[in-house]
C-alpha cells in the first residue's frame, strides 16, 4: 500500500515537473510583450511627432503663404 501511494506521488511530481519545464520553454508570451512594447514605443514617437508639427505647421504655412504672397506682388 506505501510503496503504490509513493509511486503515485513520484509520478504525479513527475508530471508537474514536465509541465513546469514545457511552461519555462513556452516563449510565447514573450513575442506578445515585444509586440505590446513596439506598438508602445510608435504612440509615443507619434504623439510627439504630432506634438512638435502642431507647433511647427502654422509658422512653416504662414511663411510658405507669405513667399507665395510676395512672389505675386512682382
Do not use: Y
Not at 508570451?29 to 504623439?47: R, T, Y
Amino acid at each position: 500500500m506505501f510503496i503504490n501511494a509513493k509511486s503515485k506521488i513520484l509520478l504525479a511530481c513527475s508530471g508537474l515537473k514536465k509541465k513546469a519545464l514545457s511552461l519555462a520553454s513556452d516563449v510565447r508570451g514573450a513575442e506578445f510583450v515585444q509586440i505590446l512594447i513596439a506598438i508602445l514605443i510608435v504612440i509615443i514617437v507619434g504623439g510627439i511627432i504630432v506634438a512638435i508639427l502642431r507647433i511647427a505647421t502654422p509658422d512653416l504655412v504662414n511663411d510658405t503663404i507669405t513667399r507665395i504672397r510676395t512672389i505675386f506682388e512682382l
